[in-house]
């Protein structure tokens, strides 16, 4: 076998011959070394070979004792191929245009003249992160891959595991489940995914949103009604309970079904039949029903909004979603499959999130969930510039970076110290609530105005 074959490519632009033969001597025996003396051979190879390295030198013909032509490789390259770990090989009176080419995407960079053995070091570093980047790459693709076998959700957390069992076990049966959780968490994912895996997938999944329909429609949407039944009612209408027969009926928001038809509906689940309004004939009716709720149910059953009765047929099995701020490491992978999607969506090439972008994805508390970080990993995909998601791409207001706390020699009194914690922890509060001062209050314990009041005291 040709020993170039299996060895890790690497492409060396620079147009002085010297440099390349000193570097493909030097770095021969360990990759398989391309080279090219300008931009446009630089180019043909890299499209040709796709090195996973490449030392650029910026100084290219014809504009040798410029960067133009430098720059104009390397926002090529990166168009090509993200990945690419580029090396920018500057004069010493380059350190500008380095620092310039590193904010433009390139990996690192060197300054002239080369030695041999550092700039070695650099590129088996380089090497060395392509391996890790594209085992990551494959991990995400195996979740991607597992997750089509939990209909699309996403989640490695052993709370999500658990989520992802219980599905499964209830599938096939025919109980009512009841899916609990915050806005955003997936509840309507679980549902559908209940259904697509049970014997009724190939009926109809019908879903109604029980909160964002009138009280007095909702009688009429659930069970239908006859023609005349009302004024306006000029034909018969079918409800969704009749258009579910054989598959699944998705009651979400069921908290908000006001008290007479919570009897309704609960008569309709003990005997399997309905009576569309204004009509006589009782209609058998087969179909499983999934509920979901984001308020508390308990709650709702103590404060008498909620019938029991109903609540123990239909809450015979409960899924209560996790919050995505106690899903741990969840939050990045799905931040970064997100990604991942817009990207190709929008045909865009994204490196990633920069390390302060992520830092504000971990610490900041979600209120919106899933949805949440999707809706706004998905606007930073379409508004980002660069090769890189900064945190005001995600809308992340610039908080002002607080002060570590001070030694303790220069704290001074146990008031001094008070003080600082106390503003340390009201900036804490702030940032990872993304500026969204109720929160932070209600994290911090205090009420909104108390929390004006602090901040004013801070300087905040
Ligand atoms: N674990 C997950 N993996 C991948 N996508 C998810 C996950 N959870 C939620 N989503 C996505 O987030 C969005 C919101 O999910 P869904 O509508 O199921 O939430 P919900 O709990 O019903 O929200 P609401 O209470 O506001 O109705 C959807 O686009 C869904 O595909
Ligand atoms: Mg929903």
């Given at each position: 076998m040709d020993k170039g074959e299996t060895l890790n490519k690497i492409l060396i632009v620079d147009d002085i011959e010297d440099i390349r033969k000193q570097l493909k001597w030097g770095l021969g025996r360990e990759y398989a070394v391309l080279l090219a003396a300008d931009g446009t051979?630089?180019?043909?190879?890299?499209?040709?070979?796709?090195?996973?390295?490449?030392?650029?030198?910026?100084?290219?013909?014809?504009?040798?004792?410029?960067?133009?032509?430098?720059?104009?490789?390397?926002?090529?390259?990166l168009q090509i191929a993200p990945a690419t770990k580029i090396i920018v090989i500057t004069g010493n009176d380059g350190r500008e245009n380095a620092l310039k080419a590193v904010q433009m995407g390139a990996y690192d960079h060197y300054t002239k003249p080369v030695d041999l053995d550092e700039l070695k070091v650099i590129i088996s570093r380089a090497f060395?992160?392509?391996?890790?980047?594209?085992?990551?790459?494959?991990?995400?693709?195996?979740?991607?891959?597992?997750?089509?076998?939990?209909?699309?959700?996403?989640?490695?957390?052993?709370?999500?595991?658990?989520?992802?069992?219980?599905?499964?076990?209830?599938?096939?049966?025919?109980?009512?489940?009841?899916?609990?959780?915050?806005?955003?968490?997936?509840?309507?994912?679980?549902?559908?995914?209940?259904?697509?895996?049970?014997?009724?997938?190939?009926?109809?999944?019908?879903?109604?949103?029980?909160?964002?329909?009138?009280?007095?429609?909702?009688?009429?949407?659930?069970?239908g009604h006859e023609k005349g039944s009302f004024t306006g009612a000029h034909v018969r209408v079918l409800g969704k309970v009749e258009y579910a027969h054989k598959g699944t009926l998705f009651l979400d928001e069921i908290g908000e079904i006001p008290g007479v038809l919570q009897v309704k509906l609960l008569r309709f689940l003990q005997e399997k039949k309905i009576q569309r309004v204004g009509g006589r004939e009782d209609i058998p009716v087969d179909v499983r029903i999934l509920a979901a709720t984001n308020i508390d149910i308990t709650k709702a059953m103590e404060d008498g909004r909620?019938?029991?009765?109903?609540?123990?047929?239909?809450?015979?099995?409960?899924?209560?979603?996790?919050?995505?701020?106690?899903?741990?490491?969840?939050?990045?992978?799905?931040?970064?499959?997100?990604?991942?999607?817009?990207?190709?969506?929008?045909?865009?090439?994204?490196?990633?999130?920069?390390?302060?972008?992520?830092?504000?994805?971990?610490?900041?508390?979600?209120?919106?969930?899933?949805?949440?970080?999707?809706?706004k990993v998905q606007r930073a995909v379409l508004m980002v510039t660069g090769q890189l998601i900064e945190a005001d791409d995600l809308g992340f207001a610039a908080l002002p970076s607080s002060p570590a706390?001070?030694?303790?020699?220069?704290?001074?009194?146990?008031?001094?110290?008070?003080?600082?914690?106390?503003?340390?922890?009201?900036?804490?509060?702030?940032?990872?609530?993304?500026?969204?001062i109720a929160k932070a209050a209600d994290i911090l314990g205090v009420s909104r105005p108390t929390l004006y009041d602090l901040m004013k005291k801070h300087g905040i």
């Open positions: 051979e630089a180019l043909t190879l890299f499209r040709r070979h796709q090195p996973l390295v490449v030392t650029l030198d910026l100084g290219l013909p014809p504009d040798e004792e410029g960067t133009e032509e430098g720059f104009r490789c390397l926002h090529e390259m060395h992160l392509q391996t890790i980047e594209a085992e990551n790459r494959r991990l995400q693709s195996t979740i991607i891959e597992r997750a089509g076998e939990n209909n699309g959700i996403i989640g490695q957390c052993q709370v999500m595991q658990q989520v992802f069992t219980t599905i499964r076990k209830v599938a096939q049966s025919e109980v009512s489940v009841m899916v609990s959780g915050e806005s955003g968490t997936g509840k309507e994912l679980v549902a559908r995914a209940i259904h697509d895996m049970s014997l009724r997938k190939h009926a109809p999944f019908i879903a109604i949103n029980c909160g964002a329909i009138p009280d007095t429609l909702l009688e009429s949407e659930l069970f909620f019938r029991e009765d109903l609540y123990y047929r239909i809450g015979v099995v409960t899924i209560d979603l996790p919050p995505l701020r106690n899903r741990g490491d969840d939050v990045m992978l799905l931040a970064n499959l997100f990604l991942r999607k817009f990207a190709t969506d929008f045909n865009k090439k994204i490196r990633g999130y920069s390390p302060e972008a992520e830092q504000y994805i971990i610490a900041y508390s979600w209120p919106g969930n899933v949805r949440e970080l999707e809706n706390i001070p030694e303790v020699q220069e704290l001074g009194t146990l008031k001094d110290a008070r003080e600082a914690l106390e503003r340390e922890m009201i900036l804490s509060a702030i940032r990872t609530q993304g500026g969204n």
